[in-house]
Structure formats: C-alpha cells, structure tokens
C-alpha cells in the first residue's frame, strides 16, 4: 500500500469519527421520544404529578452525578409553574430499573400529566435540552 493511499485512508477514518462523535453529542443523551412507556407515580415515594409535566429522576446511592443532577432539576422545577420534580431511588428499587429500562444514573424523564413519558436523558441533562422538551407538551 502507497503512503499517500495509507494516509487517505487514515484522514477518512479521522473524518468519519469526528462527525459521527459531534452527532452524539448534539443529541445530549436525550431520546426525542419516550418511547411507549408510562410512569406510575406511586413507584416514587408519595409522588404525584405535576400539572404541566414531571421531571423524574432515576438515581443510586452510589451515583456520583446524581447529586449534581438533583440540584438542577430542583431548581429548574422551581422557576417553571405546573413542574414537579421527583427523584426515583434505584438501589432500594431495582424492579423499577427494568421496568422503565433504565441502564445508567442519572436518567431523567420528562412525564406529562397522564404519565406518558415524553423525553429521556442519560446523564446530566443540559437546561436547553429540558427547555425544548417541556415546550413540546
């Protein structure tokens, strides 16, 4: 093989991967739809629903952005009328992790009043992110 066709061949490679790493990356872990799952809001301690949606989260005791994760959910729900935040316990729970097919904490849902989930994040959410989801509702 030539060294100019090995290093073509290399600069694809590099370009594929760039452009595929950007396309993850945009999405911000987020699912545009929820697919069809439902959430029940008797597995959360005492919960109900907020009015306009319901930021669920699903974490551990282990989670080491979990926390970090709560404080912005929190506060994002506070500053939004009709929001309620609700935090899921995985490690007392872990029924609840196949049921609603949650593989990694943090994961947010974005709940609407009848349950349906509408979006998901895996992750740390970023604030636009949840913007754009609680506007399609």
């Known amino acids: 093989m030539s060294p100019a066709l090995a290093l073509g061949f290399a600069a694809a490679l590099l ?10 990356r945009r999405r911000d872990g987020r699912r545009r739809d929820g697919g069809t799952l439902h959430f029940v809001p008797t597995d959360a301690d005492s919960a109900e629903l ?20 709560r404080r912005l959910l929190g506060a994002y729900a506070a500053e939004h009328e009709g929001l309620r935040h609700v935090e899921v316990d995985l490690t007392h729970r872990p029924d609840l992790s196949t049921r609603y097919k949650v593989l990694q904490t943090p994961t947010t849902f974005v709940v609407d009043g009848s349950g349906a989930v509408r979006a998901r994040f895996h992750g740390v959410p970023h604030r636009h992110a949840l913007t754009d989801a609680l506007a399609t509702l």
Not at 15 to 24: E, K, Q, Y
């Open 15 to 24: 370009v594929l991967a760039t452009l595929i790493g950007v396309a993850l």
């Open 50 to 69: 907020g009015s306009r949606a319901t930021l669920v989260q699903f974490s551990t005791e282990m989670c080491a952005r979990c926390p970090q994760v």
